[in-house]
């Protein structure tokens, strides 16, 4: 069947680090993919729109400067998190597909 | 602006009994529809979706939902609900066509009493 994987599942980081996180698409192809911040006690929040062949589209309040994203095959995405810092703690979400399949998240916390 | 509204923030019931869970939906053009549930520690599982057809949608563990187009309304049921079903549910709306791209709802908290 198809799926999503994400990792690492779980990581910390220092305040001014950066980390990167991975999402694999398995049994489809993702032509697009959106990644998602769902900070404590809230909903989840578009960061932005990856599909293949096109500019990735970032959402107000969130850069690429800030969260670079590369998407280079049908199954493939990753994401950095660059400079981080309390607030860009959270569960990160990657979702494939056009009726989005999400991975287990990346779950960032920030020291 | 388009917005997702789930009015209960949480939501108790008994083991067996049935369950709605509402979402209603700001959007002027054609609605793609979705409901998630969000295990403790988990990510998102998709439950069911609406593109268009049946309003009527049968989705994974017994779930449904109808689309009401006059309501704007994407309720989310299920006729007897299980411990296990305890989790968050989110509805969430397509704006940009089949791309992917969700807005979502503040979620709604399932607790379901044995």
């Known amino acids: 069947g198809a799926l999503v994987y994400q990792y690492p599942r779980r990581t910390i980081c220092k305040s001014g680090t950066s980390m990167r996180m991975e999402c694999q698409a398995v049994?489809?192809?993702?032509?697009?993919v959106a990644w998602y911040r769902q900070s404590p006690q809230k909903t989840f929040e578009l960061i932005a729109l990856?599909?293949?062949?096109?500019?990735?589209?970032?959402e107000q309040n969130f850069t690429q400067e800030k969260f670079p994203i590369s998407h280079p095959n049908l199954s493939f995405s990753s994401m950095t998190v660059l400079n981080a810092y309390l607030e860009d703690r959270g569960l990160y979400l990657c979702?494939?597909?056009?009726?989005?399949?999400f991975g287990e998240g990346t779950r960032l916390s920030v020291l | 602006a388009q917005s997702v509204t789930q009015p209960d923030a949480r939501v108790t019931v008994s083991e067996g009994a049935s369950l709605q869970l509402r979402c209603k939906y700001s959007y002027s053009g054609t609605p793609y529809l979705f409901w998630y549930v969000q295990y403790p520690r988990q990510g998102l599982q998709l439950l069911l979706k609406?593109?268009?057809?049946?309003?009527v949608v049968q989705g994974v563990n017994g779930f449904e939902a109808e689309f009401i187009k006059s309501n704007s309304s994407f309720h989310l049921r299920k006729a007897s609900v299980h411990w296990s079903d305890s989790a968050v549910y989110f509805c969430?709306?397509?704006?940009?066509?089949?791309?992917?791209?969700?807005?979502f709802g503040l979620g709604t908290t399932l607790q379901v009493q044995p």
């Open positions: 969430a709306v397509s704006i940009t066509g089949n791309t992917g791209k969700l807005i």
């Open positions: 049994g489809f192809q993702a032509t697009s």
């Open positions: 979702g494939a597909g056009q009726a989005p399949l």
């Open positions: 990856s599909t293949v062949n096109s500019a990735i589209k970032y």
């Open positions: 609406y593109y268009s057809g049946d309003p």
